[in-house]
């Protein structure tokens, strides 16, 4: 027995199997008639299921913006750049650390 006869094939996969020996059993100018008109019924099928099924209609209604309360003043300046990195602000810090441990020194 081959490795295929051994495993548990499925029912499906019987049957598939089976219309497959028959479909290769064709005379091969019937064979390619049938898929023919298989495809072309598939086709048709799929153009038809745009009419049968519209897309959706997308409705959109204006959005009203909440009422803009009492403006606040923007905060105070802290002297660092609002596009600083944190990686950039460690560096700085020490950087000034150095710079004040080596002005210690002297």
Same mark, same amino acid.
């Given at each position: 027995m081959t490795a295929n006869k051994l495993k548990d094939?499925?029912?499906?996969?019987?049957w &598939?199997?089976?219309?497959?020996?028959?479909?290769? *059993?064709?005379? %091969?100018?019937?064979r390619k008639s049938k898929w023919i008109l298989i495809?072309?019924?598939?086709?048709?099928?799929?153009?038809?299921?745009?009419?049968?099924?519209?897309?959706?209609?997308?409705?959109?209604?204006? &959005?009203?913006?909440p009422l803009a309360g009492?403006? *606040?003043?923007? %905060?105070?300046?802290?002297?660092?750049s609002a596009f600083e990195l944190p990686v950039d602000s460690f560096k700085n810090q020490l950087k000034t650390y150095i710079n004040e441990g080596t002005s210690d020194k002297k």
């Open positions: 094939v499925s029912r499906f996969t019987r &598939v199997n089976e219309l497959d020996d028959k479909d290769k *059993t064709l005379d %091969p100018l019937k495809t072309a019924f598939l086709f048709a099928l799929f153009a038809i299921s745009f009419i049968w099924i519209p897309s959706g209609k997308i409705k959109s209604k204006k &959005v009203e913006a009492p403006l *606040t003043s923007a %905060p105070a300046n802290t002297g660092r």
